[in-house]
T-cell receptor, first 116, second 111 residues
């Protein structure tokens, strides 16, 4: 299957600044994308998702942008806080031809470190 | 509380032994998944089950086995055939949507 990759393995930001985490995908048929946050030693937690018929979606302090032209996905975190330090994964879901949902394909993750 | 539980949190195994990791959910989700995570890497799919008494191999099923006798339970057995089993194992479940909900994980170490 197609792989999902991240541009940067690590990202350090000052507390209070905005963070931008990028993700590239290569399968133009993917129609659903999701961002997870994983703290050390824990399972991933849902942050936000977006469908391919949208360009932007906002949550609480987070925004996901989807650029289908260049197959690029980004997660923006506003006013980054120490509790935001974690690994962030993007994942894509390629819907099968039968219409049934298939499993997610995950990227390798970006480690976000918030500096005091 | 509704959610996914995995046990144990830490598991040690001697080489050549089979070991079973537990995954239970009370979310009434039909689909369940097992992933393996190695340090600094993403999640790789081992097995998944869309419905009771049915399951399919994922990308790295060799050396693993599963069963789905009950909707709430999806145990994973790591067999002696798995050559490099030390990893962090994550179980997830999904309802009718596409978001997967993850358990806290089990860290398996082979001694």
């Amino acid at each position: 299957g197609e792989s999902v990759g991240l541009h940067l393995p690590t990202l350090s930001v000052q507390e209070g600044d905005n963070s931008i985490i990028n993700c590239a995908y290569s399968n133009s048929a993917s129609d659903y994308f999701i961002w997870y946050k994983q703290e050390s030693g824990k399972g991933p937690q849902f942050i936000i998702d977006i469908r391919s018929n949208m360009d932007k979606r906002q949550g609480q302090r987070v925004t996901v942008l989807l650029n289908k032209t260049v197959k690029h996905l980004s997660l923006q975190i506003a006013a980054t806080q120490p509790g935001d330090s974690a690994v962030y994964f993007c994942a894509e879901n390629l819907r099968g031809s039968s219409g049934s949902a298939r499993q997610l394909t995950f990227g390798s993750g970006t480690q976000l470190t918030v500096l005091p | 509380d509704g959610g996914i539980t995995q046990s144990p949190k830490y598991l040690f195994r001697k080489e050549g032994q089979n070991v079973t990791l537990s995954c239970e959910q009370n979310l009434n989700h039909d689909a369940m998944y097992w992933y393996r995570q190695d340090p600094g890497q993403g999640l790789r799919l081992i097995y998944y089950s869309q419905i009771v008494n049915d399951f399919q191999k994922g990308d790295i099923a060799e050396g693993y086995s599963v069963s789905r006798e009950k909707k709430e339970s999806f145990p994973l057995t790591v067999t002696s055939a798995q050559k490099n089993p030390t990893a962090f194992y994550l179980c997830a479940s999904r309802s009718g949507g596409e978001e997967q909900f993850f358990g806290p994980g089990t860290r398996l170490t082979v001694l």
